[in-house]
């Protein structure tokens, strides 16, 4: 599987962010679901071909622990962002987003809409 790290281009991250890159159904569909905890310094990428909010929107059955959520733009642009509580929330971004990035809730407040992100191979 393909290793990221996440840079964001607009403001530094408090440390490290690296995650795995996602790019087929089964992965995406599995996600983060049934881990029983996630280091403040990992994450995962879902990425769709195209921009969507149906294909962008994020489950959390199976979830031990909350998550942050970025959604990006086709050019890695934050367009929204949310708090995801473990086994009640389904959340879709308001606007067409094509990749999500997941991670420790405690790390949410590191990226704002408009920051520019990007992904560097270590894999």
């Not at 905890?37 to 199976?62: F, Q, T, Y």
């Amino acid at each position: 599987m393909r290793v990221v790290n996440i840079i964001n281009q607009t403001r530094p991250l408090s440390l490290p962010l690296v995650a795995d890159y996602c790019e087929s159904f089964l992965c995406k569909l599995r996600g983060l679901s049934f881990r029983l905890h996630l280091p403040a310094a990992r994450g995962l990428v879902l990425v769709d071909k195209a921009e969507s909010r149906v294909n962008a929107a994020v489950h959390m059955v199976g979830m031990n622990f909350d998550l942050g959520i970025v959604w990006l733009d086709r050019d890695l642009v934050v367009v929204d962002l949310g708090l995801a509580r473990r086994w009640r929330s389904f959340l879709a971004p308001s606007e067409p987003a094509q990749y999500v990035i997941e991670f420790a809730a405690l790390r949410l407040q590191e990226f704002a809409p408009g920051d520019q992100i990007a992904f560097e191979d270590i894999s």
